[in-house]
């Protein structure tokens, strides 16, 4: 009796288990169950698009020895170590694109190198005429007076499109000149940097075909402003207050970049600055700069479909902290030519699995100080640092000796010459009757060569001819006999 109940429970359970799996089997491959939501039309193109930006080739991925690093939604991107300039990460880093409000960090490297915190800011009627319902502003009018701090907070905080115009206006008048001697600053100071892949027409990255960058040139931007503590103290701050003054009212703000804001689900603990981006032209971009255990790192994010713009760069910064090394070198050079490592940034960055021993170096002498030098490194040929070297006494004197020996041989050379000139006269004119000889001979008999190929070639020719002509005659009595 046991048993048969044994038997019809295990029976039940089979079933019910039978049908459980099946519904479930059910409901997993047909969409129409409810619990598979179809894509709309909109929905796919999407899809499509970001499948199309993540298979972009990461071209770091193909470097020998290299780190591999993650696939991004966005069409561009790039981590540069900010000591060596080394780049870490590279994805279409070259490409153009439209770099929308981070064009709002060069503007404000331009005003911090040539103005100060406490210059003031007015507001003309051009710096606030050109906005458009739907662009990003504070509301500050025509008339209002700010000190060039407060400007560079609303700039940067709350990416104020009209601020941006009055900080370019204000320091090219500042400088004796207009907003367009700023426009021309920004271009020039980018190319100074090493960019030549950049174009600036505004201080606010409003769209222009004319206005493009690409994400080398933004990272390159982004490593100079870290001698700018004042640009890390503006960025890192989440509220704001302009006060009410005479000709202003008050205004508030906060942070807009979501990896600044601890409260954020998009907050990275290491991130020490940055400036968000976005038009339906360039989608959206990010620049961002981060520091964990001595190592500071410029992430930039350009055309990034989707809601992907932090988690791309937090995956992206995340992977190159944990795989890339800095590390001091001025402990490490060996070598006869140098005499010392001068103090100062003399670092390499090392890909995982790598040591300072598989660095190929390179000298460039200073072309100031003879006894100056930087040593350049490479991994596979890829740059991953420098260092500032002292040479060594005998490598200087070595190399001043090869300096001057083309000159004392040239020298001998010549005194050489001239004496052997002297002593060989009388061959060289027997030589030169020789030759003139040998010469005339050769004429001669090329001469002859030619007129027998002339004779022949006509013979062959009277004789092709006759042939032919035989031909055709023999063709005519065919032709007439055919008539009959």
């Not at 048969?4 to 079933?15: G, H, M, N």
């Not at 930006?53 to 470097?63: G, H, L, Q």
Request: aromatic share 8%; charged share 25%; hydrophobic share 35%.
């Amino acid at each position: 009796m046991i048993r048969d109940c044994k038997r019809i429970v295990s029976a039940v359970l089979i079933f019910v288990l039978c049908i459980s799996l099946g519904m479930t089997a059910y409901a997993t491959e047909t969409p129409q169950s409810g619990n598979k939501k179809e894509l709309t039309e909109e929905e796919k193109k999407m899809q499509e698009e970001l499948d199309k930006a993540y298979k972009i080739p990461v071209e770091s991925n193909a470097w020998e020895g290299w780190v591999k690093g993650p696939g991004t939604y966005g069409e561009a991107a790039i981590v540069m170590e900010v000591s060596t300039g080394a780049i870490l990460y590279a994805k279409n880093i070259d490409s153009k694109q439209f770099p929308a409000s981070i064009t709002k960090v060069l503007t404000a490297l331009i005003a911090l190198e040539n103005a100060e915190l406490s210059d003031e800011v007015t507001f003309s009627h051009d710096s606030v005429a050109f906005l458009q319902p739907g662009d990003s502003t504070i509301g500050l009018k025509e008339g209002n007076v700010i000190s060039m701090e407060q400007a560079l907070h609303a700039t940067l905080l709350a990416s104020a499109n009209e601020a941006a115009y009055a900080v370019g206006e204000n320091v090219g008048r500042k400088a004796g000149y207009d907003y367009n001697w700023f426009i021309e600053q920004m271009n020039t100071r980018v190319q100074q940097l090493g960019g030549v892949n950049s174009h600036f027409v505004n201080t606010n990255g409003l769209h222009d075909a004319e206005h493009y960058t690409c994400a080398r040139d933004m990272a390159l931007i982004g490593r100079e402003l870290f001698k700018h503590p004042e640009f890390f103290k503006i960025v890192q701050t989440l509220d704001y207050t302009i006060p009410k003054s005479k000709t202003v009212e008050e205004h508030v703000f906060y942070q807009k970049d979501k990896m600044l804001r601890p409260n954020d689900s998009n907050y990275y603990k290491y991130t020490i600055g940055g400036k968000t981006g976005f038009t339906s032209d360039a989608l959206s971009t990010l620049i961002t700069m981060a520091e964990k255990d001595g190592m500071q790192l410029v992430c930039v994010v350009l055309r990034t479909h989707g809601k992907n713009v932090y988690p791309d760069t937090t995956k992206l910064l995340k992977k190159c902290f944990k795989r890339f090394t800095k590390t001091d070198v001025s402990g490490l050079v060996q070598s006869e030519d140098v005499a010392e490592v001068i103090a100062g940034d003399n670092f390499v960055i090392l890909p995982e699995g790598a040591s300072f021993a598989d660095l190929d170096t390179e000298m460039v002498p200073d072309e100031e100080l003879e006894d100056r030098a930087t040593l350049r490194y490479t991994y596979h040929g890829n740059y991953v640092g420098t260092a500032q070297v002292k040479l060594s006494e005998s490598y200087i004197k070595a190399h001043t000796a090869k300096a001057e020996q083309p000159e004392t041989d040239d020298g001998s050379e010549k005194k050489e010459k001239k004496k052997d000139v002297k002593k060989d006269v009388p061959a060289r004119g027997r030589t030169d009757k020789i030759i003139l000889v040998s010469a005339s001979i050769l004429l001669f008999i090329l001469i002859i060569v030619f007129i027998g190929l002339i004779v022949r070639y006509r013979r062959l020719s009277r004789q092709i001819a006759a042939e032919e002509e035989e031909e055709e005659k023999k063709e005519d009595r065919v032709r007439f006999e055919g008539y009959f």
